[in-house]
């Protein structure tokens, strides 16, 4: 039973390592820690036990480490700035035409064109915003 011991306080202190390091390596060594001291409880036997540990480790590092890796350094998929207003809602606050107009925007008065030419939306109009051109919106009308 001590071997079993002194694997799980290696895998508890690699854990604990991988706080400062960040880069899922002492975890995964950790957890092969881990399945070493369930095979030292086990088995007894210390080739065993180094044995599982290193295959435990090996395959941690090789199929759990890339996986993990890219889904933490990936992130979110956040629109921000002017790619976050395309598909937003927005009231038309002055006739909006092909060529100018204004439509309020996330609380703001933006100038804006209608996407359709020589279709030209009333004010008070709900649009959708199909993309920024400058520091312009251009819009369509809702359905």
Known sequence: MTGALIWLIAGILLIIAELLSGDLFLLMVGVGALFGAGSAALTGNPFIDVAVFAVASVGMLVLVRPTLKRRFLAGPDIKTNTDALIGARA????????DAGQVKLAGDVWSARSMTEGEPIAPGTSVTVVEISGATAVVSADV
């Open 91 to 98: 009231v038309v606050v002055s006739t909006v035409d092909g």
